[in-house]
């Protein structure tokens, strides 16, 4: 996938080339006119709109008249699409400028009470008003903000809704959007001995908490659901006290607070939890004390680098609750969740991150999901759906993530997830969803890969940018290839098949909880010092908690592998792949290092033989390939890492694929 951004201008004579807007963000509806207004000096404007998929899809010119003039781009398009354009005059350049825009198909959030798709607004923080219209163009229908309580108690008992909440609610109402809010942070009243960030840990304080919830409710008829404090778990916006006992303190908060709320509004959702990640460890601690009663909704932020897995996490937090809970489930809501993004050159990865977690976290029952921020802003430039005001390329417009957004909410809007067919490797997906009599297919895979669909009638294929065509089956079977981008298909897909794919093994979308499943199985092998490693001495993990985070395989507490990551400790971490075939491969993958410690070994043994090793010193990566590895029907190959000196700071990302030649 090619993704045009950040291209480098050849630098021109200066001119006075304004690209303007003739709708904010330049999001358009394909009921209306995509048009771009422009002013200049120049003779001649020329422009060359591009899809997200790198495709030129038109070029154009337009004589400018008493210096403006109207670029109108292809009709009937839909999707994301970049806008370059070049000012002339008397044939040599004077200014180049470029702009983004998306074409959407219709929708109203006014109807979509029940949608699961929401995102975090910026609203409390003087975030524009500007941005909830846009959101809900794009189908968003919920919005998480904040209303925070030194703001709001002005003094004990004493309340206010200063104008930067009441007008972000307004506009938010406006357009139909319904808000999640987040009860945070100190009051200086109320345990404030260390600061902004001290968590309530007297009977006062968590009294006073509990009593500013209850009246932000009272104050606010439209809002259904809060949730108490924001990431708990980990060290960012919690100090004092109740940092020595967390689960403790939290749910001494959560139920004071619980009782509060829901004598004001018994109809108001309480959402607990708010971790980063998942946090299995933390979130069994709690239920353990005892909060289960006093929650309706558990909060997660499922942060990761890769989608691949959070549909595994998520299903045992559904089992760990329903432990907890006398085996019935309770709702999940993902209420942050997005791809880190550190330039405008990642933002074409941030929407396929997207368009696959989506549909993977909806196979978990996740209830609500509020994607990550809005809109760019001064702590997360390149992170948001749409642009900042003072984008180069135009104020609040549309990042590709945004489109792929919209087209989800589309797609799946009202979608029961059925079940993932069988029959394919782990790299290629390729689940199932109902709405009524209506069948969505979503689809894709970790390679480009051809895959074999089986069904009785024509097809609708639509890609993740919203762009639709029909394809018929031959003799009963349709013929797609699959890559990294989903594909939404429309139909009544009755199998799913690969057999023509060369991937025979992928650690990443093969990970999960039972111990040989995709053929892989994690493990650590004593050796002695300096010993040659044996294969034999491979001793299985077991799946647990570690140390208040996500589930993963642990042998102890330091000494564990997850989807991407393996931390030796005196004992080697083990991933290991046992091949069901005879075939010539290759061994590809990455491994990197983070900061601090004395490194580490890391090698990869076939049948205990070492066909790859190094030694990764801190702040090293390598992506490394190994070609013409012979292997046999059960052979097993393993990817080890063990401590070059010691294991402190040895989390080590490996991550392996197993191509046939």
């Not at 609750?321 to 993004?341: D, L, T």
């Not at 042998?555 to 075939?581: C, K």
């Amino acid at each position: 996938m090619t993704f045009l951004v950040g291209v480098l201008l050849t630098p021109v004579a200066q001119g006075a080339l304004t690209l303007g807007h003739a709708t904010p963000g330049n999001v358009f509806f394909n009921t209306e006119t995509v048009r771009v207004p422009v002013t200049c000096t120049g003779d001649r404007i020329e422009w060359t709109v591009t899809d997200f998929f790198g495709i030129v899809q038109r070029q154009g010119s337009v004589t400018p008249v008493g210096g403006a003039a109207v670029i109108l781009p292809p009709a009937g398009r839909l999707g994301y699409f970049d806008l370059r354009v070049v000012e002339k005059q008397g044939g040599a350049v004077s200014d180049e400028k470029r702009t983004r825009f998306a074409v959407l198909r219709p929708i109203d959030v006014a109807t979509m009470g029940g949608s699961p798709f929401g995102a975090q607004t910026h609203g409390a923080q003087g975030g524009s008003l500007a941005v909830y219209g846009l959101l809900a163009r794009a189908g968003i229908a919920h919005f998480r903000d904040e209303h925070y309580w030194s703001a709001t108690e002005t003094a004990p008992s004493t309340y206010q809704y200063p104008a930067r909440f009441t007008e972000f609610m307004a506009a938010a109402a406006a357009v139909k959007m319904r808000p999640l809010l987040t009860l945070n942070w100190a009051h200086p009243d109320y345990d404030y001995e260390a600061g902004m960030f001290t968590a309530p840990h007297s009977d006062a304080g968590r009294t006073g908490y509990a009593n500013y919830g209850a009246e932000v409710v009272r104050n606010y008829p439209e809002v259904a659901a809060v949730e108490v404090w924001n990431e708990y778990n980990a060290d960012t916006f919690i100090t004092g006290p109740a940092t020595l006992a967390r689960p403790a303190y939290y749910k001494s908060m959560l139920e004071r607070t619980f009782g509060r709320v829901k004598a004001v509004r018994p109809d108001v959702k309480v959402v607990a939890g708010g971790t980063v990640p998942i946090a299995h460890g933390f979130l069994r601690d709690l239920f353990e004390q005892g909060a289960m009663p006093f929650l309706d909704v558990v909060s997660v932020h499922p942060y990761r680098t890769v989608p691949d897995a959070v549909d595994v996490e998520i299903a045992e937090l559904r089992a760990l609750i329903k432990r907890h809970n006398g085996g019935v489930e309770k709702p999940i809501w993902a209420s942050e969740f997005s791809r880190e993004v550190n330039s405008e050159a990642e933002q074409g990865e941030a929407a396929t991150y997207l368009a696959q977690i989506v549909p993977l976290m909806l196979s978990q029952r996740v209830e609500r999901m509020y994607f990550y921020v809005g809109s760019d802003d001064y702590a997360f430039p390149y992170r948001g759906l749409i642009a900042s005001e003072n984008d180069p390329a135009g104020a609040f417009t549309p990042h590709p993530v945004y489109v792929a957004y919209a087209n989800v909410i589309r797609q799946l809007y009202g979608c029961t997830f059925q079940s993932r067919f069988p029959g394919t490797a782990s790299s290629t997906y390729a689940l199932r969803f109902d709405r009524g009599s209506t069948r969505i297919n979503v689809m894709w895979a970790a390679t480009p890969v051809s895959v074999t669909i089986r069904t009785s009638s024509s097809l609708l294929v639509t890609d993740m940018m919203g762009q639709s065509r029909k394809v018929w089956p031959v003799n009963g079977v349709v013929t797609l290839t699959l890559t990294r981008n989903p594909q939404y298909v429309q139909g009544a897909v009755t199998s799913v098949a690969d057999s023509a794919n060369r991937l025979l093994a992928d650690s990443v979308s093969g990970y999960g909880a039972a111990q040989g499943g995709y053929g892989w199985s994690y493990g650590s092998a004593w050796i002695d010092a300096g010993g040659v490693y044996d294969p034999t001495r491979f001793t299985p993990m077991r799946w647990d908690y570690s140390d208040g985070n996500a589930v993963c395989w642990l042998l102890g507490q330091w000494h564990f592998i997850s989807v991407e990551q393996m931390h030796p400790s005196s004992s080697w971490a083990v991933r290991r792949w046992t091949s069901p075939v005879a075939a010539t491969v290759t061994l590809s993958g990455r491994v990197a290092r983070g900061s601090h410690g004395d490194g580490v070994n890391v090698a990869i043994q076939v049948d205990g033989r070492v066909v790859y090793s190094r030694y990764l010193a801190p702040d090293q990566a390598e992506d490394y390939e190994v070609k013409n590895v012979v292997i046999a029907a059960g052979s097993r190959v393993d990817f080890t890492v063990n401590e070059a000196g010691e294991s402190s700071y040895d989390s080590t990302h490996f991550t392996a694929r197993v191509t046939r030649q």
